[in-house]
């Protein structure tokens, strides 16, 4: 039956172009709905597309077919106490790098125990030094050597770390439970300043190159160990120069890969661990104030001296923190992926419906970022920070102080930049200035004149490092070698038969690499350790300690990474 006018008549009695009319409406339709269908489908493949792919467990070819060196070094106790010696003994060579930093060539006397142990390490590790060229960059107290590889097509792999230790606080040395340069081994855990940072990094690839020498591996591709001396107070004279020697030799985009310290170990989470590298850092500034003010006698006092005036101005910054945000390119944001992924419940809260849709609704972000600023584990990845850590005045009780300085150390979030970080404290500093009555100078510039006479605030910034760049993770021939290489060790030594997940994150410290930028975008830090390095192992504080079996599990990954990369 068809319809006319209202009235129902037979389909026999419609006309052709009627029939052909709902014919083509029908296929149109037909087409459309078909479209929507395909449409759906293509969101439902996008929607089930990994949040967070977990790179394949990478065994190199001699773990499957005799992995008893793997063995010994993970199991053999009297292995373990032999490797353990050896680093002790480099622990016990304090190579303090001091916040003056004075030129090596102008004071070689400062650093004459970095000399000692270049030469522990030439009769602790002799096949690195009779196989490995150590090569001459500008300053001696360098460390760079070279195991050539048998393919010069091939890019070479940098393995990185730093000699030089934070000085330990003369006052805090009865705090120790052992002396800070002993080097005691207690059967579980090693002492000492210097230990986790960042010694045991060096003596564990030193190690393995000295174990896989021993064995006859000759690697295809180039490995280079870079050690600068100078890390603690920036890098300027190591890392710098050796970042200038590679690139001169490798030129701009000439490394494979380079690893280095950092990252944040291991974390579990509803029986899933997950590793921790860091593929980015956050940026680095110092902003530093200098309050000028009358002096004289303290009997006669102003209503505020210079140091409550400079206690206003730290109320203020403390009071006041930067606002929190997460980019879309903090590495940080991989690492909640990964937990909503890899995880079905957890004792954190998790906003799970929240974090997946993060990249594209506005209340999303919003709720993620607040839940993260719950968190003190967490919120410092999110934000830049800022920190007073040093500040000075006064010289005598009864005298009222003319000068006073501070110092506040910053760490820039991924997506800011120091000039806005500088920003912020020079807009509190001029207020601070307009409250009390005081001049400005910004960078020898005028922002307030001292029209009173009262004193004047000098703010200036130094060692402004940007965020580093974010090094590309899933797809990567590189980083799938490399978190390969991680999750093997963890999934078949560290926690044999648990579920590893190897999520990209961020480290809130800054690390030689940030004079290695233009040499690879390959950058991946990771102290590999099952202990936190800076909450359990008291990095730059007192009693600092790594674990036996976390410098084991060092030796053991640099052992099967050079395999797997160099192969």
Request: hydrophobic fraction near 35%.
């Amino acid at each position: 039956m068809g319809i006319r006018n209202g009235r129902v008549v037979p389909l026999y009695r419609l006309t052709a172009n009627t029939i052909l009319l709902v014919t083509v409406s029908l296929f149109v339709c037909g087409l459309h709905l078909s479209k929507w269908s395909m449409r759906l489908k293509d969101e439902e493949l996008f929607e089930s597309d990994s949040l967070c792919p977990n790179p394949r467990n990478l065994r190199p070819l001699s773990y499957m077919t005799d992995n008893s060196t793997l063995e010994m070094v993970t199991h053999d106790v009297s292995y373990r106490a032999g490797a353990v010696e050896k680093l002790l003994g480099s622990v016990r060579i304090p190579t303090e790098s001091f916040d003056d930093h004075l030129d090596p060539l102008e004071f070689p006397q400062y650093y004459k125990n970095f000399a000692v142990l270049h030469e522990y390490f030439r009769k602790t590790y002799p096949e690195v030094h009779k196989t490995l060229k150590l090569e001459r960059t500008a300053y001696e107290y360098n460390l760079v050597y070279t195991w050539q590889g048998t393919d010069s097509s091939l890019k070479p792999l940098v393995l990185a770390g730093h000699q030089d230790v934070v000085p330990v606080n003369a006052e805090t040395i009865g705090q120790w439970g052992y002396g800070p340069y002993e080097g005691v081994f207690d059967g579980e855990d090693i002492y000492g300043r210097g230990v986790a940072d960042c010694k045991a990094l060096l003596n564990s690839i030193l190690e393995s190159v000295e174990l896989l020498i021993k064995y006859g591996f000759e690697p295809s591709r180039t490995v280079i160990l870079a050690f600068g001396f100078d890390e603690e107070v920036g890098g300027g004279y190591g890392a710098q120069t050796i970042g200038e020697f590679l690139l001169d030799k490798y030129g701009e985009n000439g490394i494979y890969a380079i690893v280095d310290e950092g990252g944040s170990s291991v974390e579990q989470l509803d029986g899933t661990y997950f590793a921790l590298p860091a593929v980015g850092e956050k940026g680095s500034l110092t902003s530093l104030i200098q309050l000028n003010t009358k002096g004289g006698h303290s009997s006669v006092p102003p209503e505020n001296t210079g140091i409550g005036i400079m206690a206003d101005l730290i109320h203020s910054v403390e009071t006041t923190p930067y606002k929190p945000f997460l980019d879309l390119t903090n590495p940080f944001l991989k690492y909640l992926y990964c937990m909503v992924e890899h995880t079905e419940n957890d004792d954190i809260g998790l906003p799970r419906s929240q974090i997946r849709h993060y990249e594209h609704n506005s209340y999303a972000r919003e709720h993620v970022v607040e839940w993260i600023e719950s968190h003190e584990k967490f919120k410092w990845l999110s934000r830049t920070t800022q920190a007073a850590d040093i500040f000075h005045s006064g010289f005598k009780v009864n005298a009222l102080p003319e000068v006073s300085k501070l110092y506040i150390n910053h760490r820039i979030n991924i997506g800011s930049n120091c000039k806005d970080t500088e920003l912020k404290i020079m807009e509190q500093a001029e207020a601070t200035a307009l409250k009390y009555g005081l001049g400005l100078i910004y960078k020898g510039e005028t922002v307030i004149e001292d029209t009173t006479g009262l004193g004047t605030f000098h703010f200036e910034t130094s060692q402004c490092l940007e965020p580093a760049p974010v090094s590309p993770t899933h797809g990567y021939p590189e980083w799938e070698e490399f978190a390969g290489t991680v999750r093997h060790i963890l999934e078949d030594i560290t926690y044999p038969g648990a579920k590893i997940v190897v999520a990209p994150s961020i480290t809130t410290g800054n690390t030689d690499t940030a004079k290695y930028w233009k040499l690879t975008e390959n950058i991946y830090r990771y102290r590999f350790s099952t202990t936190n390095a800076v909450t359990q192992g008291h990095i730059h504080g007192i009693n600092e300690t790594i674990s036996a079996k976390s410098y084991m599990n060092m030796i053991a990954f640099a052992y099967e990474y050079i395999q797997n990369s160099c192969h």
